[in-house]
Every structure is written in C-alpha cells, then in structure tokens.
C-alpha cells in the first residue's frame, strides 16, 4: 500500500472540515493541485480541438486556471511548516473533505485580507537570503533544525506571492472585453467574471456574451458599468439557474442584451487520500490503488444558455425595450430543471482510476465525458 494511504488515517476524522496538520500530507496535497492545474488548462484546449469551446472561452478559462494555480502556489508557503514547530506557530490548511475536496472558502477570505497587509509584513521581514544565512548558521553552528526561521522564510515567501497579484480570490470582480462594432451603434462584449462559491467550496467562472445599445460604451460607462459589476456579483449563487441569472440581467439592463451565458463549475476534487465523498468515485478509487499523485480526480461541469430569439416590449407610453427569449433544453423537460440550453458533465483522472471506472461502470456514468491525463501532459478525450 502506498505512503499516501498510509498517512490518512493522520487526517481528522469526523468533521466536513479538516486541518491538514501533518507536514507531508500538506504538501502531498499542493502537488497533487499543481498537477491538476496544469491538466485543466489542457482540457480546456481538447475541447477548443472537439469544437465544444470556442478559442475565446479558452482563453478566458485558462487565465481563471492560472490564477487558481497561483493560489495554490500562495497557500502552500504558508502552510509550508504545518505540523512542524507546533500548531500556535505553523498552522493548519483547512479543507472540505466531504463535498468539494478544496481548501475552504474562509481560506480565501483570510487570504485577501493578508494580501491587503503584505508590503506592511514585508517591511518588517528580514529578506529571503538573510533567513537563509541564519539557516545555515543555525544548522553548522549550533548543530539545531531552524524550524523559526524556516517558518519566517515560508511566510516572506508567502506575502512575496501575494504581493504579485492575479490570484484566483473569493470574488473576481467582471471585465468586460470589447469584441467589435456590429453596426447600428450596437457594441459586442465578452463579460466574464469568477467566484469562489462559499455554499460548495469550489470555484466558478461565469462567461457572457452581450450587445451594448446605450449611447456610451459599457466600460466607460460611470453609471451603468459599476451598476453592471455589482448585479453580477450579487447572482453569482451556485443555487440560481443561469436562465434565472440571465432573465434578471436583460430586465435589468434596457441597453444590454445578453446573447449567451456559460458556466463552468471546477471541481468536487476526489482523492482517496484526502476525501471521503460518497458515491461510485470513491469505490473506484479505491480499487484502483493507484500510485502517489496519481489517486485523484476532478469533475468539471459546463452550462450553457442560449438566447432563441428577442422579442419587442412596450415601455413607457411609446418606447419598446428588447427582451431576450432563451433556448431551454428541450428534451424530457430537462430545461425547466437545469434552467440550460445544455449541460456537459466530464471527469478529469489519471489513467489507472480510469481502468478502475472502466472495468467497474457504475450507473450514471455513461453520459459523463472522460478526459484522462497522464504526467506527460498527454489528455485522451472518452
């Protein structure tokens, strides 16, 4: 049996929230993330491949994807001393074991708020090479493990990432990208904007394709724009359907026509190591007893709305307004639940849980796209 499954019996049972207190299993679990990172970027380009992304959304997707890797990257300096020098010092990643397999969102919300104070920390820090030459000092003469200073090194490393900036934080406030002039004073945009969803513990994008007919141009707009950020932000629930979040917006907006909204959940993260969902996944991993790094994977969910066609309404006593009607699925109902054009289901895992998926083929898993990856950076579309 592998040291990875040895160790997780290290993790507190009993709770949906854990604290990674053991040293090897912190960093265990940052690596596996880099790893699954890295893959998501290119899953996102097989299916730009397949013609199930547009080259945009991709784009878009993957600068979302780079950013929630540069928080994990935040995230594992600061807890880099977890479980050495004692919990008052080191601390502890806290991470959802039963339902997303992420860091918590709390995690996130302490984040922003160290990024607001990391150049007053910095100032106040010795710099990296002199932590390091008390190191070796500590180390040859006085023959001690400089666990302190170690512990300092990790946290200036920390602030250092943070003051870099374009991380993926709690909220991700929309940008608008001008794609062209469509003629009529009409104006196309790419709206897109992220969170990190507080309810699941998992992270969100949201892409919209909207007209602009108001006299200004959206970003330069000082009433409009601010107005646009905010109502976005505020209905950016895992609980609301993107039909729901799109009708809202076009009543909201008279000048914005939203064409088209996507959303893409990342994640739950399963890992016989670190969680313990239930359902299939968790047999399968299991009974794939794979490798170290190799014992994990990831779903990922797309929406899609689509608007069908637009209709004209009366406003005021001789103004019409334009109002979008969206394109639901129309197969057994689905659309009145999911609230969708579409909705694609995959999951990202290396090859022997995939083996182990294959030869099991629990219920429910036909309809799921498979994207297996290997530490090559090879991804096979199922």
Known sequence: MSETRDRKEELPRGRDHVGLKDTFASRRYFRKFERITAHLARVAAVMQGEGRLAERDVEILTRYIMRLGFTFNALSMKYLMAGRGGRRVAGALSMDRLESGFPVFSELMLMANDAAQAGQHLENMPEAEELKDDMVRKIVGD??????????????????????????????????????????????????????????????VY?????????????????????????????????????????????????????????????????????????PLREVLREARAPEGEDWALAWTMEELESREVREERAGWFGTVEREVFALDPFAGRGADTGATRMERAIIMPQRPFQALEEKDPPGFSSVRKFVVNSSGRVLSV
């Open 207 to 279: 892409i919209m394709d909207l007209e602009d007919s108001g006299r200004t141009a959206l970003p330069k707009d000082l009433r409009r724009w601010p107005e646009v950020q905010t109502h976005l932000m505020n209905q950016s629930m895992e609980g609301l359907k993107l039909v729901t979040i799109a009708q809202g917006f076009d009543a909201d907006f008279d000048a914005l026509h939203p064409k088209r909204l996507r959303r893409f959940h990342i994640g739950p993260m399963y890992s016989s190591a670190f969680t313990e969902q239930s359902g």
């Open 143 to 204: 023959r001690e493990v400089p666990l302190k200073l170690q512990y300092a090194l990790s946290q200036r490393l920390y602030y250092e990432e943070l003051l870099k900036g374009e991380l993926f934080w709690a909220r991700n406030d929309p940008r608008a990208d001008w794609e062209g002039d469509l003629g009529g004073g009409r104006r196309a945009y790419t709206v897109h904007w992220a969170v990190y969803d507080s309810l699941v513990n998992l992270p969100t």
